[in-house]
Each structure stands twice: as C-alpha cells, then as structure tokens.
C-alpha cells in the first residue's frame, strides 16, 4: 500500500479464511517495496488512487470494510474483489 498498517485487520484475515484464502504469513507491504515496472498496479483506495495518480492501472473503488467493522462488511470485499480479479483474469491472459 501507500501507507501499510503495521499488521493485516483481524476482520481481514477472518474473511480471508471464510473464503479459503490463507493470509497467516501476510503482513503489509509499500508498494514501492514490491510492485516492478511492468506490474499491473490495482488501487482500491480512492485515497491510495489520488496519492498515485495515473499509473498506469486499474482503479476499483471498494468501500474500505474497516469503517464498518463487521464481518458481513469484509465478506462483501472478499466477494467484490473476486468478482473484478475473476473478470480481469482472463483479459489479462489474453493480452
């Protein structure tokens, strides 16, 4: 991210889980520490989005679950990103 948190939420590793995603070894990471040049940079944060700019990526504007604090909040973002990284897959396989 622009700016990690020091951990991953706890509400975020639950709904991982739920979904059968294991984050247990993730922690947050600068996105200067990881992304390369010829990566594909997803903002999700409108925050993160205008600090960035135009970099060359995607902007998916999701609500962030924390405001909300509930699991049903983090579900849904487990759900939404699915969905965008499912429909976003095989356009990038194809290009």
């Known amino acids: 991210g ?4 020091g951990h991953v939420h706890p509400g975020a590793v639950a709904a991982a889980k739920r979904h059968g995603l294991p984050l247990r070894a993730t922690r947050p990471r ?7 040049d010829d990566d594909l940079v997803v903002t999700v944060c409108d ?12 902007h998916w504007s999701i ?6 604090g509930t699991p ?10 699915a969905g965008r990284v499912a429909g976003l897959a095989p356009r990038l396989a194809a290009a």
């Open 47 to 58: 925050h993160a989005h205008e600090e960035l700019g135009d970099v060359g990526g995607l």
């Open 2 to 5: 622009t700016r990690p948190a």
């Open 63 to 68: 609500p962030d679950p924390v405001r909300v």
């Open 30 to 36: 600068r996105l200067a520490d990881v992304a390369g």
């Open 72 to 81: 049903d909040a983090f579900d849904a973002t487990v759900t939404s990103l």
